[in-house]
């Protein structure tokens, strides 16, 4: 249903990300963003350090996994996965953040499951975490979906009911893109991202498009930079339900609530 690859590329990535029902719902590598990934982490600018963009003729900074992640399982099928990463600066000139990755895939039911995720990133300098300020695109950076082009129909659905092709800066509980598939007689499939409320900023600005690309992060940093002392810990957790079938605003309220009930965030 899902494979983390943690080495091969500048930053760590999933895909394939698949529904339980086994529909492909990532998109890998696109000819005009080739540095976008399935589902990935990243910010955009690091004390004015390019982090996201792999472009020909520019620099970047990478994550580099220190060791291979360590796996477990446990009762009930669930199994964690706990990563070493540390961000290099551009030009191998030093390391700017070490990050403590954690994630937990859990079932949920017979049409979903879920990811669950810390990130835990300690600067090792005061940075400032930054973005392109949006304009007609900009103000991304975070937990990010990019999703195949096989997808008709598409919704983005948020916690309030409300629907939108180009979220920018909207802020909800939780944000659902979900549609129709090929494959069949009309299967559908969907990822929901959930906010957890001890994120700073929480709740999250979203950014993302179904107009030109099946796309959407919760974007911490959309109105405005967020600074960082050195040695602080900067800790955001996130729930990825990916399912079967459309999102429905009831259905995904219940599951968010279930998630605040199962997650501790001193764990």
């Not at 000819?31 to 399935?38: I, K, P, T």
């Not at 030009?91 to 949920?108: A, L, N």
């Not at 990916?242 to 605003?249: A, K, L, N, T």
Request: glycine letters at 10%; proline letters at 8%; hydrophobic letters at 35%.
């Amino acid at each position: 249903m899902w494979r983390y690859v943690y080495a091969g590329k500048p930053k760590p990535f999933f895909h394939p990300l698949c529904t339980p029902s086994g529909r492909v719902l990532s998109l890998l590598e696109p000819y005009d963003h080739w540095w976008q990934r399935g589902l990935w982490f990243a910010i955009k600018f690091v004390n004015g350090e390019n982090f996201w963009e792999e472009k020909e003729g520019t620099v970047w900074g990478e994550q580099r996994t220190v060791a291979p992640p360590a796996v477990n399982h446990l009762e009930g099928g669930r199994i964690t996965i706990f990563s070493r990463v540390q961000w290099d600066r551009p030009r191998g000139s030093g390391v700017i953040f070490d990050e403590q990755r954690k994630f937990e895939y859990r079932p949920v039911d017979e049409r979903s499951y879920a990811l669950d995720f810390l990130f835990s990133l300690t600067p090792t300098d005061d940075v400032k975490l930054d973005r392109t300020p949006f304009t007609t695109w900009g103000g991304y950076g975070g937990l990010t979906f990019r999703g195949t082009k096989d997808w008709h129909q598409p919704q983005l659905l948020f916690s309030d009911g409300s629907t939108s092709t180009r979220p920018v800066g909207n802020s909800a509980l939780w944000c659902d893109l979900s549609g129709w598939l090929d494959g069949g007689i009309r299967p559908s499939g969907g990822i929901a991202m959930f906010d957890h409320p001890s994120n700073l900023r929480h709740p999250t600005p979203w950014y993302g498009s179904i107009e030109a690309s099946h796309y959407f992060n919760p974007a911490f940093l959309f109105h405005e930079p967020m600074v960082v002392a050195a040695g602080e810990p900067l800790n955001l957790r996130y729930r990825v339900l990916v399912h079967d079938g459309m999102g429905e605003r009831e259905w995904l309220q219940k599951k968010y609530e279930e998630y605040l009930a199962t997650e501790n965030p001193r764990s």
